[in-house]
């Protein structure tokens, strides 16, 4: 159907998005609105109870502030929602082997209780936000869909089991779609200094001087504002085409090194780049040529957009004490949380 502006959507009117208070959260949430759909946000708030602060008041938004484990609490939220966009995780390596027992309950057990929450409740859509770290490394010169799955670590192996959980569900009136993203960049009311172009931006900014650990390990990227648009999709593409379906999305495939002369490049010419031995190697180059065939989605924002978001973010003082503030830093986050 179509709304008054002409829009084409799907019927999904009322949308939860769990982590809407994240790094790629707060970016999808105000979007949504805009786009004419209610939005339940469940978020435990670890990053700041101001995140959304843009759109507060919105008569279109509900905020839940509350833990996805409790149970009694996802039902509640899930009433009268249509589709589910799943984001909220401990999203990163070190975060989750501070706790791997912590990281287990909220990545996988909570996603096999949101997941059947969700369709006892009616959802007709199941969106999960899975990672390209899942493929573990590859000496394919582009990681499809169809390679094994070798996740290295237990943040990727619990995202890998959570995949099959979400296909599992599957049922008729419950579809389910799954995202592989690459590392999201660019500039967000809840930001990340913790992810290579953004940490690269930042030290450029602030000290005119970029480290790079190692530099010919390809990393692939995503602007978050393709990450949104994508999401946005999710909403819209007919059941059909999605259903059941797993999608990579990382346009950006860039040396380490070369990210490095793109921020420069961005930044300032005085900028300098040290280079200094490292024990990651892992290197990888994702495909998204299923995604554009497909489904016709492409990236329209490269890294130098991400680049020049983040350091105009920087220059207006919207990253106060980006340095030492833990808010913008996981890791320093959960150790300083008690969250168990």
Request: proline letters at 4%; hydrophobic letters at 40%.
């Amino acid at each position: 159907m179509a709304d008054g502006n002409g829009r084409t959507m799907n019927d999904f009117g009322h949308v939860l998005v769990t982590g809407g208070a994240g790094y790629v959260g707060a970016v999808l949430v105000p979007r949504l609105l805009v786009e004419g759909y209610r939005v339940t946000v469940l978020d435990l708030y670890l990053y700041g109870n101001d995140v959304l602060k843009g759109v507060a008041g919105h008569p279109g938004l509900t905020e839940i502030k509350g833990d996805l484990r409790d149970r009694a609490l996802v039902a509640r939220a899930l009433t009268g929602v249509d589709a589910v966009v799943h984001l909220a995780c401990i999203s990163n390596d070190p975060s989750f082997e501070l706790d791997p027992a912590l990281g287990r309950s909220i990545n996988y057990d909570a996603l096999v209780d949101l997941v059947r929450l969700s369709r006892d409740a009616g959802v007709k859509r199941f969106v999960y936000a899975s990672s390209s770290s899942v493929y573990g490394i590859k000496d394919d010169p582009n990681v499809t869909e169809d390679l094994p799955l070798q996740p290295l670590t237990d943040y990727s192996k619990y995202k890998a089991l959570g995949e099959q959980v979400v296909l599992d569900a599957r049922a008729p009136g419950f579809a389910t779609f799954i995202v592989r993203p690459a590392t999201v960049c660019g500039y967000s009311p809840r930001l990340r200094l913790d992810l290579t172009v953004n940490i690269l931006t930042h030290h450029a900014v602030d000290k005119r001087r970029i480290t790079v650990f190692g530099g010919d390990q390809m990393r692939p990227n995503i602007h978050i504002q393709d990450m949104v648009d994508f999401y946005v999709q999710a909403l819209r593409w007919p059941t059909e085409r999605i259903d059941g379906k797993v999608y990579n999305a990382g346009y950006h495939n860039y040396r380490v090194r070369d990210i490095a002369e793109v921020v420069r490049g961005v930044v300032g010419p005085d900028v300098e780049i040290a280079a200094t031995p490292t024990d990651d190697n892992r290197s990888y180059h994702i495909s998204s040529e299923r995604l554009r065939r497909d489904l016709g989605f492409e990236a329209r924002r490269g890294i130098e957009d991400a680049v020049r978001d983040l350091a105009a973010a920087f220059d207006a003082g919207l990253v106060p004490d980006a340095a030492t503030d833990n808010r913008y830093y996981n890791i320093r986050t959960m150790k300083q949380v008690d969250l168990h």
